[in-house]
């Protein structure tokens, strides 16, 4: 009886964790198509000749706040966790480089290096728990983008 409860415990607490992390990768996912469309909408606006972005970037929507979070991985929990404090970090950032530093065009590096960072998320989570995969069409784009902007800022340095 007492082994049939543990074994009836760990299963659900595996099925917990695969439902938890099946939510953050969708939200993760949803904030990937808003940094897609926002990278796209910032190359065809930087083609065209704008001088200044907006300096605001995609938000991501809020995690769910009835679920056990103790029941994921605890590093990749502490990963998807510590995001949203990256995103405002970076946002912070954009306003600070475009009002003091005279660079109007910030967002667009960080929209594509915050993309890249919820797409591995989203990933490892479908990893670790055994997630379907999804595809997002042009996030090979940010991707491409990302290692440009890496690039260019090894041959600066």
């Known amino acids: ?35 897609v469309y926002r990278a796209l909408h ?45 995103i405002t970090s970076a946002g912070m950032s954009c306003q600070f480089q475009g009002m003091r530093e005279g660079n109007k065009v910030a967002s667009a590096a960080e929209t594509i290096f915050a993309g890249v960072k919820a797409w591995g998320l989203a990933q490892a989570l479908r990893k670790k728990y055994h997630l379907d995969a999804v595809t997002i069409e042009h996030v090979d784009l940010l991707e491409k983008e990302q290692k440009k902007l890496l690039q260019q800022h090894k041959e600066y340095a």
Do not use: C
Not at 8 to 29: E, F, N
Not at 57 to 67: E, K, R, W
């Open 42 to 86: 910032d190359h065809a606006d930087l083609t065209e000749g704008t001088v200044e972005l907006n300096y605001s970037l995609p938000m991501l929507a809020s995690y769910p706040q009835d679920s056990d979070w103790k029941s994921l991985d605890p590093k990749l929990a502490g990963q998807v966790l510590s995001f949203p404090n990256e």
């Open 1 to 35: 009886m007492r082994l049939l409860a543990i074994y009836r415990d760990r299963r659900d607490g595996k099925l917990q964790a695969a439902y938890m992390a099946m939510r953050l990768a969708v939200i993760l996912d949803e904030f990937v198509v808003k940094r």
